[in-house]
């Protein structure tokens, strides 16, 4: 017998949509350029920020948010596509999509972080690579860019193929927190205000570190005349 159980936590949703509508706004800044170029690194700058508070939050978050509780090993992933698997939030095929599109936005948000244009916009850790060092990370940067799309273009793909295929909506329990689930399925504890508080301030401090805000201000200009 089927009930209603918290599923997902506000601070997962939350974070979430976040991620969505910064990697998409990244995208569409990227494209457009230009002066679209600072919208595009304040972007990164929040996706690092997003990702060190996912981070925390998947150890100190609740129940089903939790990475020790979704990321599984190989047998439970075979038992998953044998139809054995009957547990809620992240299966274990889905939660590797999860670590790895995780981890190739933070590697998207990092190389990005000290790239450049050659045009007009330096990444705010610039200063601390080389010219020739910026350079490559810009190329991986646009390299990670298309990796990103396809894991975007599956991510979608997945959920249209449980909505249509399996009747199982992907959407709205990350919208309202909740789902149905069979019976003796408990729901989602744990993640409380002091878990809350830790994840926002290392978020915080991420996003304020890939900022530059930490790097030592630059020297004053000279005042030396110039000697003729």
Same mark, same amino acid.
């Given at each position: 017998?089927?009930r209603?159980?918290?599923l ?17 706004g990244?995208?569409a800044t ?6 679209a ?12 920020? @997003?990702?060190a508070f996912?981070?925390v ?5 609740s ?5 020790p509780?979704?990321?599984?090993g190989?047998?439970?992933?075979l038992?998953y596509?044998k139809?054995?698997w ?5 299966n ?25 244009d050659?045009?007009a916009?330096?990444?705010?850790l610039?200063? @601390? ?9 810009a ?22 193929f ?16 909740r789902?149905?689930?069979e019976e ?14 830790? *994840? *926002? ?7 304020a ?9 630059p ?10």
């Amino acid at each position: 017998m089927a009930r209603t159980i918290k599923l997902w936590d506000l601070p997962t949703r939350v974070f979430h949509w976040c991620l969505v509508l910064c990697v998409a706004g990244a995208f569409a800044t990227g494209w457009i350029g230009g002066t679209a170029m600072a919208w595009h690194g304040r972007f990164g700058i929040a996706v690092c920020g @997003l990702l060190a508070f996912r981070l925390v939050w998947g150890f100190a978050g609740s129940t089903y948010a939790r990475f020790p509780q979704f990321v599984r090993g190989p047998a439970t992933i075979l038992a998953y596509l044998k139809g054995r698997w009957h547990g809620v939030g992240h299966n274990p095929l889905g939660a590797l999509s999860v670590l790895g599109m995780l981890a190739v936005l933070a590697f998207q948000a990092g190389t990005g972080l000290a790239a450049n244009d050659d045009i007009a916009f330096n990444g705010p850790l610039y200063d @601390l690579v080389s010219k020739e060092t910026s350079d490559r990370l810009a190329g991986l940067h646009r390299l990670d860019s298309w990796l990103v799309l396809l894991l975007v273009a599956l991510h979608l793909s997945a959920i249209m193929f449980y909505a249509h295929v399996r009747k199982d909506n992907l959407v709205r329990p990350m919208l309202t927190g909740r789902r149905e689930a069979e019976e003796g399925i408990p729901d989602a504890q744990g993640g409380g205000a002091a878990a809350l508080l830790i *994840a *926002a301030a290392v978020g915080i401090l991420a996003a304020a570190a890939a900022a530059g805000a930490f790097l030592p201000p630059p020297p004053p200009p000279s005042t030396e005349q110039p000697a003729f």
